[in-house]
């Protein structure tokens, strides 16, 4: 019994200790690893709540060291990304962008601090989210050196003009720490019963992003965390429209 309530724990140190390895892999010019090591991580975010889920064991030890283990690899690692991101892209980009805008990329990093805490306290956030998870930020954020790397164009078109846009990795940075604190109600990937008619839009959203990964590989992972928005308000609308 003292084993079994530990595993969920144990697994949460498995994201931690990928986040630690995330920033590493950064700091030696390894973008692409460091998105390796946060999707890894992003596997142990979701199985360590399911194993607490599953074997009936919760603890306040365990929400907070969740918590903290997401602000490292969700919260330090994007933004230590993105600051690597900006400074290439200024390397790259014969366009005037002043220097020191590079340190905005941790506005990721403060923003993701507020967003975990206000989930921590937030008692309407148990089965659903206020503002962006975390996880699909930093997904998201890390998704970039991935298509740079593996797919820089679509045909004749050079993804590398966008993706190496310091203006345009800016205006993405600032755009991502707002909707990290935004009030806007999203549904959370957690499933009570797997039955069609409570699980629709997670049905929706899976089937729809498993399609997009096949066609596009990693191009499709900034389109399925803005799809989740999206899908996000439409439901929202419409479960007000049928209240009503």
């Known amino acids: 019994m003292q084993i079994k309530k530990h595993i969920p724990n144990v697994i949460t140190c498995g994201n931690l200790f990928c986040g630690c390895l995330a920033i590493i892999s950064a700091f030696k010019g390894d973008l692409v690893w460091s998105a390796y090591l946060v999707g890894i991580a992003a596997v142990f975010d979701f199985f360590d709540g399911f194993a607490a889920r599953l074997l009936n064991v919760h603890s306040e030890i365990g929400k907070q060291l969740d918590s903290l283990a997401d602000m490292v690899t969700f919260g330090v690692v994007p933004g230590v990304v993105m600051f690597f991101l900006l400074s290439n892209a200024i390397a790259n980009n014969s366009s005037e962008f002043p220097s020191w805008l590079i340190f905005a990329a941790f506005l990721i990093t403060i923003f993701s601090a507020v967003r975990l805490a206000k ?4 008692t309407r956030q148990t089965s659903s989210f206020i503002g962006v998870p975390t996880p ?9 050196p991935l298509i740079q790397f593996f797919q820089p164009t679509i045909g004749d078109f050079n993804l590398l003009l966008i993706l190496q846009n310091p203006w345009r990795l800016l205006g993405l940075t600032i755009l991502m720490s707002y909707l990290l604190i935004a009030e806007i109600p999203l549904f959370a990937l957690k499933f009570k019963n797997f039955g069609w008619a409570d699980n629709k839009i997670r049905f929706t959203f899976l089937i729809i992003s498993v399609l997009l990964l096949i066609l596009f590989q990693f191009i499709a992972i900034p389109f399925i965390i803005f799809l989740y928005i999206i899908l996000s308000v439409v439901n929202n609308i419409l479960s007000r429209e049928y209240t009503e």
Do not use: H, K, R, T
């Open 119 to 122: 989930f921590n306290v937030d």
């Open 136 to 144: 699909a930020n930093a997904i998201l954020i890390c998704s970039i």
